[in-house]
């Protein structure tokens, strides 16, 4: 009987192996005025000519495979081969973030698994800036902002409750043109050392290879430059 039940698995210095059939899907972002205001339409991967009977596959992390998403086995050659080596923190969101309080609204911030797409960011403005005003339609962007978040680095909540108001994301692995896998929909990710990771709505893994918070993403990428060609 083949693994029904979908999830992620960060192998040891090597790929994600993706098990259940979990969709897979290309994004980009729609800019304007040099900031991001959302989402590209999902083109769907075809995953067929990697996945087994099964409908494993794998995915690549060491940022060196000629054929990404998919791992071809890049991460065992070279002068060094490459080191999957696992630092992102084994504790809770809620322990880790910020909080910070607005006027009917709760957001909350953890600044270490920041993917820095730039959703919370505007010509004039920010979500820090955002969440001080007790203006309505401020508030109203600002939680659209926030949901726009592909990490979960910042989340919010109305006064008085006592879990966030997540956006409703489906199961599946979408691939950030030039930046990280963004895995939503709550799909566990499990790590090669066998330590704890939160099972989230959205979050952001590293494909890039270079976080100093493996296996999620750090905003490396961008500092080194990763491409998908």
């Not at 897979?24 to 959302?38: A, D, F, K, Q, Y």
């Not at 930046?179 to 990710?189: D, F, H, S």
């Not at 100093?212 to 990428?221: A, I, M, Q, R």
Request: overall charge negative; glycine content about 12%.
């Amino acid at each position: 009987m083949g693994d029904s039940v979908r999830r992620i698995e960060a192998t040891e210095n090597g790929p994600y192996g993706v098990f259940g059939r979990v969709d897979l899907v290309r994004v980009g972002v729609l800019s304007e005025g040099g900031h991001p205001i959302e989402w590209q339409e999902p083109a769907a991967v075809d995953t067929s000519g990697e996945a087994d009977d099964e409908g494993t596959y794998w995915l690549c992390r060491c940022g060196r495979s000629g054929n990404k998403p998919f791992c071809d086995g890049s991460h065992k050659s070279g002068p060094q081969p490459f080191d999957g080596t696992e630092a992102a923190p084994t504790d809770s969101y809620e322990a880790r973030a910020r909080v910070m309080q607005g006027h009917g609204v709760q957001v909350r911030d953890d600044r270490g698994i920041c993917e820095h797409t730039g959703f919370c960011m505007r010509a004039d403005t920010n979500v820090w800036k955002m969440v001080r005003s007790d203006d309505a339609d401020v508030v109203e962007q600002m939680v659209a902002m926030v949901d726009h978040c592909p990490s979960g680095a910042l989340t919010h909540r109305t006064d008085g409750d006592r879990v966030d108001d997540e956006p409703d994301l489906p199961q599946r692995i979408l691939i950030v043109d030039d930046g990280p896998l963004w895995v939503t929909g709550g799909v566990p990710v499990d790590r090669a050392d066998g330590a704890d990771l939160q099972t989230r709505n959205r979050m952001t893994l590293c494909r890039c290879g270079a976080s100093k918070f493996k296996p999620l993403c750090d905003g490396s990428h961008a500092e080194v430059g990763f491409t998908d060609s």
